[in-house]
């Protein structure tokens, strides 16, 4: 059992193309990206003249630092890397990414962010026809289209054939691509996970999932890989574009800003920041409190807390305290009470609360148990009430789309009805940020441009639910 009951995301990538300092660039971006996936981390590069792999399970730090002299002593000009999260039976090395493969005779990498929708079927029709695959992640899917592709034409561009197999994808994903001379970026049609290049003003390029990664290595940013657009670097490291299929409607996942992304990234073209401080402020409007001290849920609720105290005028403090060494340790439930999981974590600081009305804030309620227990500690040491603020709406749907959330009915919002959570999860009083409220936070695109899914059931792309549930069951964030 995990000893957080937060949803994760899946992946981050990191690449880049045309510097004389690949691996050091790779290696401070991908970290930078390491609270996308904590399992395992990989990298691809060109090490004298071939295409060499390095993955395993671990943190960044952990798996760089194994990396082969030999790829030390010269400099590298080309690379891509993943941070991965795997689900069920996949915490492999052989599931860590990226995948290094031979597509008709020329040796390509692959690395993914998100989740294909008709994986399974894609995946049933190749091994009808003989295709046999090494791994059980879905992104291996995408070279077996492309051989397939340059099979049927006898010939052909390794890019045109990725085209081609791109076309068949349904669903959520960012790829990085890599062979000896080229390094390629791709985005679906929906732009669902962010993706942006940067340039380090000397010919060469960063490509991350998320800004942060160019902000510790120096580089600036250029733009966002456009939904339904393949960026090609070739040997002179010019950029490229593609658009491979248009896009029906933009469908960022809106859960970056208000969870996952890191606060000094941008994602969407949006200060995370900004958006989370906003939607702080925003619910303060929507759901005023009186209280008499804002406390949010380190870390992701810091900044709606800041927000929210900025707003109603009510002091902000930190009334816990995180234990930074926990985090990624698996513990037998049976062993620890529910309390001991949580203060494990979060310690409630009873100078800081005993004695006073306090708002909680979080960025959200998935299964509910933690947050029951949290509450519950709060006012062990002496909160005189307890009340809550969450800043985005009650979840009640699963994700198809790369992030883990438990299966539906362990949703709390669908286990209890709303006009009883509060008592359930004894607050003296409960709010959430509306849908509305939520969208009216991001400023670059449209809120249709956002997908919303988990909240309200609308799915931009339909899921294919007879052939993928949305997540395997066994290794489910615990609450
Ligand atoms: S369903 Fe929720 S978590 Fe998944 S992509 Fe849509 S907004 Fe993001």
């Known amino acids: 059992m995990n000893s957080t009951e937060k949803p994760r995301e899946y992946c981050g990538l990191c690449g880049v193309t045309g510097s004389e300092s690949a691996l050091e660039q790779l290696h401070l971006g991908l970290h930078a990206l390491q609270h996308r996936g904590q399992e395992a981390a990989g990298i691809m590069a060109v090490v004298e003249g071939r295409c ?170 250029v733009r966002e890989v456009e939904p339904g657009e393949m960026i090609v670097w070739g040997p002179n490291s010019r950029m490229e574009s593609r658009m491979f299929a248009e896009s029906p409607r933009r469908a960022h996942c809106i859960f970056e800003h208000v969870y996952f992304a890191r606060p000094g990234s941008y994602v969407f073209g949006d200060s995370v920041y900004e958006v989370r401080k906003a939607m702080g402020r925003r619910l303060a409007e929507e759901a005023p409190v009186d209280a008499d001290l804002i406390v949010p849920v380190p870390d992701s609720g810091m900044f709606a807390g800041l927000g929210y105290a900025e707003a109603s005028g009510i002091p902000f403090d930190m009334g816990f305290t995180r234990n930074h060494y926990v985090g990624r340790t698996f513990i037998d439930p049976g062993l620890v009470s529910r309390r001991g999981l949580v203060t494990r974590k979060l310690q409630p600081i009873a100078e800081a609360v005993r004695g006073k009305r306090i708002c909680l804030i979080e960025d959200s309620i998935v299964r509910g148990s933690t947050s029951r227990a949290r509450i519950h500690t709060l006012r062990e040491v002496g909160a005189q009430e307890v009340h809550m603020r969450v800043s985005c709406p009650p979840h009640r749907y699963g994700c198809y789309f790369g992030i883990d959330f438990p299966e539906k009915d362990a949703l709390l919002a669908n286990k209890v009805p709303l006009d009883d959570l509060c008592a359930s999860l004894r607050l003296d009083s409960l709010a959430y940020l509306s849908k509305e409220g939520m969208l009216s936070c991001v400023s670059k695109y449209n809120p249709e441009d956002y997908c919303c899914a988990c909240f309200d059931g609308q799915y931009p792309v339909e899921p294919d639910v007879r052939d993928q549930p949305p997540l395997p069951v066994s290794r489910k964030d615990e609450g």
């Open 52 to 221: 060499r792999l390095h993955r395993g399970i671990g943190l960044v730090d952990d798996v760089f630092r194994k990396i082969p002299e030999s790829w030390r002593n010269e400099s590298l000009s080309r690379g891509i890397a993943h941070v991965r999260y795997s689900t069920a039976g996949s915490s492999s090395v052989t599931n860590a990414q990226p995948l290094m493969v031979d597509v008709a005779g020329e040796v390509v990498g692959i690395a993914h962010n998100g989740t294909i929708c008709n994986a399974q079927s894609l995946r049933r029709e190749l091994q009808n026809e003989g295709a046999i695959f090494q791994t059980s992640s879905d992104t291996e899917l995408v070279v077996h289209l492309m051989a397939r592709s340059l099979m049927k034409r006898h010939k052909g561009d390794l890019w045109e054939a990725l085209e081609e197999a791109l076309q068949q994808l349904r669903g959520a994903y960012c790829f990085l691509l890599m062979t000896r001379d080229h390094v390629v970026a791709v985005r679906d049609p929906h732009g669902f996970r962010p993706l942006a290049v940067a340039d380090f003003c000397d010919g060469s390029y960063m490509i991350a999932s998320e800004t942060i990664s160019f902000d510790v290595t120096g580089a600036k940013y």
